[in-house]
């Protein structure tokens, strides 16, 4: 019977855009390697390589009132040696398998609705508290001057090598246990309340995340809130601002830590398409988040007791020219100064990043990165990585 449902269901999503105004189908394969090496430090010097061949799908139609829907699916091999990954040999999984509609005018007004349905990536509003694909669903409701978000994911179905959701001591041992194959089992709630333009060139954002241990076993559990309120706009012309400060309660173990952001960018247009940008996040010694965040090139911390300084500088200087090979030619630069608020803000040490990125072709890009990690006790570190990707 289930098999009988299932078949039934996916019938119906394939014929169903033939019965629409407008039908269009397409499909292609993507290739994207990453080839890095490390050296310094206590390790040996070590090559990094990461390989993911990825076939994608999307079928997308339109019906009435000016309604839109489509159908994405993404599967792919990957195989990594790098250490994060835990070697992941010859890995298959699907990071996206969803369905979504867009239907505006849902009352007579300017409201539009959007719906996604399936496996898709999720984020909090920070990005750094949650960002990670999960299965579920996700609801917003456009109003002009508000928009509502409402969503459900579940992380237990992703294979474990490709999450990042690591909370408590029990997805720590889990994740060392070969006979576990899948990521751990969690069910978060996500709502999001925006008021765009609410001043002229500002907007404000409240949200919360509620996440859920639903594994089997009572012991270790890990169950949480997040709060966050945003700020963001523009200060004076073309210098912008971001500003949140989140919450975290651990409700299983009683226990809460902040997380506060702060970031300036300013877009220079005519000094070669600059971007300058400064940053802090600062985190108690209780903050933790849903997926692990990465916070540096070389050195990423844990995401608790930290305070991080960055700066920024990019350019395009040739962002106005007919030739896609040079428009898209970026340069960028990064610092970052690490500190732990707890010991009297003593300082871990510097992160150096510099790179370029260039996609002549929409099918076709590189990026060419290097970094220096520069502790204030121990080695030094070093990395330089090529990324490239590939359409067919």
């Not at 010097?45 to 993404?74: A, P, T, V």
């Not at 990957?78 to 239907?103: A, G, H, N, P, T």
């Not at 209780?286 to 844990?302: H, K, M, N, Q, W």
Request: aromatic share 14%.
């Amino acid at each position: 019977m289930k098999r009988f449902v299932r078949c039934t269901f996916f019938a119906m999503l394939f014929l169903l855009p033939f019965t629409t105004s407008l039908f269009a189908f397409d499909w292609g394969v993507t290739s994207y390697s990453r080839l890095g090496y490390e050296f310094g430090g206590d390790e040996d010097n070590q090559w990094q390589k990461r390989e993911k061949l990825s076939f994608w799908m999307e079928e997308f139609w339109s019906g009435e009132d000016n309604s839109r829907y489509s159908f994405l699916f993404n599967g792919y091999y990957l195989y990594s040696d790098e250490e994060s990954s835990d070697d992941v040999d010859y890995l298959f999984e699907s990071d996206l398998l969803v369905f979504k509609m867009k239907r505006p005018q849902l009352f007579g007004g300017n409201e539009v609705l959007d719906l996604s349905a399936g496996r898709f990536p999720f984020s909090d509003s920070t990005s750094l508290v949650l960002s990670h694909v999960a299965d579920g669903f996700s609801a917003g409701l456009d109003l002009s001057k508000y928009i509502v978000k409402t969503g459900m994911g579940y992380t237990g179905f992703r294979l474990k090598p490709v999450s990042s959701v690591n909370m408590s001591s029990a997805d720590v041992s889990d994740d060392d246990d070969d006979d576990i194959h899948f990521a751990p089992k969690r069910l978060f709630e996500i709502v999001t309340a925006s008021l765009p333009s609410y001043l002229p060139r500002q907007n404000l954002t409240v949200e919360g995340l509620f996440q859920q241990d639903v594994r089997s076993d009572d012991e270790d559990k890990l169950n949480s809130i997040h709060a966050t309120a945003k700020a963001d706009g523009a200060i004076v012309g073309n210098l912008y601002y971001t500003l949140s400060a989140t919450e975290a309660w651990n409700t299983s173990d009683d226990l809460d830590g902040m997380m506060v952001l702060a970031d300036l960018n300013y877009y220079a247009r005519q000094l070669l398409n600059s971007r300058i940008s400064a940053g802090m996040m600062y985190t108690g010694e209780d903050f933790f988040t849903v997926s692990e965040p990465t916070l540096g090139l070389i050195y990423s911390p844990d995401e608790a007791d930290l305070l991080r300084l960055d700066i920024g500088y990019s350019i395009r200087p040739w962002q106005d020219v007919f030739s896609p090979a040079l428009k898209n030619l970026q340069f960028l630069a990064a610092g970052r100064f690490y500190l732990v608020p707890s010991d009297d803000y003593s300082y871990t040490g510097t992160e150096l990043e510099g790179g370029l990125t260039i996609r002549p072709t929409s099918d076709f890009g590189m990026s060419f990165t290097g970094g220096l990690w520069v502790p204030d006790e121990g080695d030094t570190r070093a990395l330089l990585r090529v990324e490239c990707s590939l359409g067919l």
